[in-house]
């Protein structure tokens, strides 16, 4: 007869893996390193004595928090020498977390580009917090500093946030629309029909990293836009096709030239409009847009 029976410690890694790794994607932006962590913090936990462990949630998510700081110090030098635009790894998620407005915002493309702009234990502290809702004695045993200390960086971390976050986005089934005429027009490459949805201060962030051709600087305005884009595939004379999708939590589209994925483009509706593009060309961040990625806060 078979023991089906799981030992405690893989209980609890298993019960919270996807809240784990929630966390070290949103202080990390990529799934492969997020993965690594998870990876590190197994291999701490199945070392505890879980008999003098009180809340084994706290701490794995201790754990996790940690180990996620290690690598976020080591990638931001990595970041630091990374050929033209750095954008997010994107993730393809379940339609609950575009339903969860408070988690679709919080790994949103934008959102995530503002977070890169902390230091890593503000980036920590304010994710702990503001996304998760983590005490502050619980966030300072993670980071190693004092509750008191937790505050003024969490406080200091939300009013950097607060100045550089995108304004208020529509509802999914609003993007949604808005998405799809823009799907349209690109595929149609009608100039007109462009210019109909984008916002006149659209911004365009594209990566490559170094491997694929983009543009090195961000591309701001409607007009600018569709020339970028419109010149390129004319260039090329390939036949778009865009697959509507949910890229994290918010509708995106997969684009595939002459039937092969060239890119993941996200997208920020804002007011019915498109304020903001993001696509990533880099093959090495592409490796997930063929199967869902489960995200919670919880």
Known sequence: MTDHTTDPAT????????????????????????????????????????????DRRAYLVRITTRQSLNRLRAVKRRREAYVGQWLPEPLLTTPDVAEDVELAESVSMALMLVLETLSPTERAVFVLREVFDIGYDEIAAAVGKSPAAVRQIAHRARRHVSARRPRKAVSPSDARAVVESFRRALETRDP???????????????DGGGVKRTAL????????????????????????????????????????????????????????????????????KLTRVGTETPLTLR
């Open 11 to 54: 209980e609890a890694f298993v019960a919270h893996r996807n809240l784990l790794f929630t966390i070290a994607y949103e202080m990390l932006a990529s799934a492969a390193d997020a993965e690594d962590v998870l990876q590190e913090t197994w291999l701490r936990w199945i070392e505890v004595d879980l008999e003098r462990v009180s």
């Open 192 to 206: 007109q029909g462009l210019l109909d949805v984008l916002a006149p201060d659209v911004v365009l962030v594209s």
């Open 217 to 284: 600087r961000p591309v701001v305005g409607a007009g600018k836009l569709v020339r970028f884009y419109l010149g390129g595939s004319a260039k090329t004379g390939a036949t778009i096709t865009c697959e509507p999708t949910l890229v994290n939590g918010s509708p995106a589209l997969v684009l595939h030239l002459d039937g092969e994925i060239d890119g993941v483009m996200g997208l920020r509706v804002e007011e019915g409009r498109i304020t903001g593009v993001y696509y990533v060309r880099n093959p090495e």
